[in-house]
């Protein structure tokens, strides 16, 4: 059974940094073979792609919001973490960690595309 588990969420103030990690276990491949993402939702908003990594192709890719503060990586075939720096009230959602072992290039920010997904971790920031 595939589980993915997100962590690291928390209050901050706007200006401040974060940084999400996520875990996956029972997956046919190892984490790093996968198209891995972040994504996010606000209350009454749609679930919007943040970034993915897929580490086999060498492909990152960044929302135009985000692109500049955040930064996605991999420090080995389980681990996928996400950096958030000068965090604004805007940035204030649940974050999910999802997985696909498809290349979903051009598709990365489409939620229904990814087949795994993690419960999520709420971020809040205050102005």
């Known amino acids: 059974q595939v589980q993915v588990v997100e962590s690291g969420g928390g209050l901050v103030e706007a200006g401040g940094s974060l940084r999400l990690s996520c875990t996956a276990s029972?997956?046919?491949?190892?984490?790093?073979?996968?198209?891995v993402g972040w994504f996010r939702q606000a209350p009454g908003q749609e679930r919007e792609g943040v970034s993915c990594s897929r580490r086999s192709g060498g492909s990152i890719a960044y929302a135009d919001s985000v692109n500049g503060r955040f930064t996605i990586s991999q420090d080995n075939a389980k681990n996928l973490y996400l950096q958030m720096n000068s965090l604004k009230p805007e940035d204030t959602a649940i974050y999910y960690c999802?997985?696909?072992?498809?290349?979903?290039?051009?598709?990365?920010?489409?939620?229904?595309?990814?087949?795994?997904w993690g419960r999520g971790t709420q971020v809040t920031v205050s102005s």
């Open positions: 029972g997956l046919t491949l190892t984490f790093d073979a996968y198209t």
């Open positions: 999802a997985a696909d072992p498809r290349s979903l290039r051009g598709t990365w920010d489409q939620a229904h595309k990814y087949n795994y």
